[in-house]
């Protein structure tokens, strides 16, 4: 008896450090809503769009349907790409600017929503703005079955587990568009220092390259934390 309870506890050990392992891989938001990671260089990724709909104190974001409403906040909101939950997993939610930037924390505590510099030091160490899209994208197309973006999906390889996905976003006008063709992805940093505008990366089904822009802070795009 003392022999099988000897085992018993190694494997309850065993199957212990693996839960640890496994949960070290992942964080988790204010909602549960848990999310896969990635280490790409000397930064840490979700793999995943988020999909929280607190601030990390616990607040509710607006829910914000009527696209004549859309375009006129001045703080945070997010809705779901053309109001329909299916689209949450795996696209995850998108959210205006102002959200991204609230005290109150989108990302969970110890993440952040990335600067532009942030932005540009991953695309630096994917080897620049000419091959960085084609790593970060998700493999795979519609057309074939594959994975979610519309064919073609311009990749290069080696892949660096970013998983970038095409959520589409929503125009200060309320329209929903590009879901499948654009994956766009809001920076924290607003473009100049006072500006309607803030700034953002777009990955493009088409290109391996990668876009820098900037646009009107009322848009709804798709959000990646980044680890402090």
């Given amino acids: 008896m003392k022999k099988y309870y000897t ?11 693996l839960n640890v392992e496994v949960n070290a891989q992942t964080i988790t938001d204010i909602d549960e809503n848990a999310y896969n990671i990635v280490t790409i260089g000397e930064q840490t990724w979700m793999t995943e769009n988020l999909k929280v709909k607190k601030y990390s104190n616990g607040d509710e974001i607006p829910l914000v349907v009527k696209s004549e409403d859309w375009g006129i906040q001045t703080t945070g909101a997010y809705c779901n790409y053309y109001h329909d ?5 795996p696209y995850g939610r998108l959210y205006n600017w102002f959200a991204v ?38 493999r795979g197309n519609l057309k074939e079955e594959t994975g979610l973006w519309i064919y073609p999906n311009a990749i290069s390889e080696p892949a660096c587990g ?33 500006s309607p505008k803030a700034r953002f990366i777009y990955l493009f089904n088409q290109y391996e390259f990668i876009t820098l822009g900037d646009w009107e802070k009322t848009y709804g795009f798709s959000v990646r934390c980044l680890k402090d």
């Fill in 7 to 17: 085992v018993f506890i190694y494997v309850a050990i065993w199957l212990y450090l």
């Fill in 85 to 89: 939950e299916s689209n949450i997993n």
């Fill in 101 to 138: 930037v609230d005290l109150r924390g989108l990302c969970p505590t110890g993440w952040h929503v990335p600067t532009i510099k942030d932005w540009k030091a991953l695309i630096a160490f994917l080897g620049g703005e000419d091959l960085a899209a084609g790593k970060m994208k998700s």
């Fill in 162 to 194: 970013f998983n970038g996905l095409p959520g589409g976003y929503r125009r200060a006008d309320g329209e929903f568009v590009f879901m499948g063709l654009y994956g766009n992805f809001w920076s924290s940093s607003e473009y100049p220092v006072v």
